[in-house]
């Protein structure tokens, strides 16, 4: 990001990143949800990053988070068992209707209220 020489992001970086979230927040409005082997492949993605580069997020969690070792390692556990647990939830959610009518809170971009 831009920043002007008061130290401010510049009005560009503002307005970029306004454009941005608009952009990410249209599709939610509209309810409309990404397909369902889009979205496997995602979280097989999610799997494989997760298993190449496993030391880098230990150390990551360590670092930025002061995670403990084994501590850091049972946050691991956990994603991957979501990261399992995930397409079957994923499946049984697609037989609905094609969108997804989501509250504004949820929008990308807001926190809850």
């Known amino acids: 990001m831009t920043l002007s020489s008061t130290g401010q992001p510049s ?3 503002v307005a970029a990143l306004a454009l941005s979230l608009e952009r ?10 990404a397909p369902l082997a889009w ?3 995602q979280l097989e993605g999610m799997a494989e990053l997760l298993n190449s580069h496993e030391q880098a997020v230990l ?3 360590a670092a930025d988070l002061g995670k403990p070792p084994v501590e850091a390692y049972f946050e691991l556990v956990a994603v991957r068992q979501e990261l399992k647990l995930a397409p079957t939830a994923a499946a049984a959610l697609d037989g609905g209707p094609a969108t997804c009518r989501c509250r504004s809170p949820n929008a990308p971009g807001r926190g809850p209220s």
């Open 11 to 13: 009005t560009i970086a």
């Open 24 to 33: 990410l927040r249209e599709p939610v409005r509209q309810g409309t949800t």
């Open 39 to 41: 979205r496997l492949q």
């Open 59 to 61: 150390d990551a969690l």
